[in-house]
């Protein structure tokens, strides 16, 4: 079936602007990630979801970050007041379960930039 | 979360050359994770290992897990063009996180 597709693929905002970024996961997988990408770095776990829980929110940067997820589906990761180091590529994954055997399948990212 | 260290940040060879990036760890691993990301791409699961000692092969990729868990490597006979991109060793202690080593950036020319 269709992979993880997220949404924008880009975007570019001023900064102090909210930005909400979707992400749909692959049919059926119950676990859910976001992960952050910076220019050169490695990711950066940022949330997971099982579910529609949040178990663990620890990696948020700050509290201008929130996520949401609803119907076990789609999740929307948004970021209030952007500031110039939260541009980065924002990549979701999703798996059939949270585990250590489960395979993490990412989506395309959205590459957002603050200017 | 346990940090993995990768070596070396980037490498370039020419094509048919062999190819070795290295994970390490200070502490004990339970799993390590593989990924490829091709430039402008996403990540992609390649393999996972959970066994001391462990080795997988993936045709001309070969994964290693060490004797005491704490280092890991993956190794390309006779690379080619489409071997270029990032590869990026992950581990999770949690069973959902997962840490990422900052990654070995490959160039392969022809």
């Known amino acids: 079936g269709a992979g993880v597709s997220q949404s924008p693929s880009n975007k570019v905002t001023e900064k102090g602007k909210d930005v909400e970024l979707r992400c749909d996961p692959i049919?059926?997988?119950?676990?859910l990630y976001w992960y952050r990408q910076s220019l050169g770095q490695g990711l950066e776990f940022l949330i997971y979801?099982?579910?529609?829980?949040?178990?663990?929110k620890s990696g948020l940067p700050s509290d201008r970050f929130s996520a949401e997820r609803t119907g076990g589906s789609v999740s929307t990761l948004t970021i209030q007041r952007t500031q110039q180091e939260d541009s980065a590529v924002y990549l979701c994954?999703?798996?059939?379960?949270?585990?250590?055997?489960?395979?993490?399948?990412f989506g395309p990212g959205t590459r957002l930039l603050v200017l | 979360g346990q940090q993995v260290m990768q070596i070396p940040q980037y490498q370039h060879v020419q094509e048919g050359e062999d190819f070795t990036t290295y994970c390490n760890s200070s502490?004990?691993?339970?799993?390590i994770q593989w990924y490829k990301q091709r430039p402008g791409g996403h990540p992609v699961f390649l393999i996972q290992?959970?066994?001391?000692?462990e080795v997988k092969k993936q045709k001309r990729l070969t994964f290693q897990f060490g004797e005491a868990k704490k280092n890991s490597s993956l190794h390309i006979t006779a690379t080619q063009t489409t071997d270029v991109g990032t590869y990026f060793c992950?581990?999770?202690?949690?069973?959902?996180?997962?840490?990422f080593g900052k990654g070995t950036s490959l160039l392969v020319t022809p």
């Open positions: 049919s059926g997988h119950t676990a």
């Open positions: 992950a581990n999770s202690n949690s069973g959902y996180a997962l840490n």
């Open positions: 290992l959970v066994k001391s000692g």
């Open positions: 994954a999703s798996s059939l379960a949270a585990g250590l055997i489960q395979t993490q399948y």
């Open positions: 979801f099982q579910g529609n829980s949040a178990p663990d």
């Open positions: 502490t004990t691993l339970s799993n």
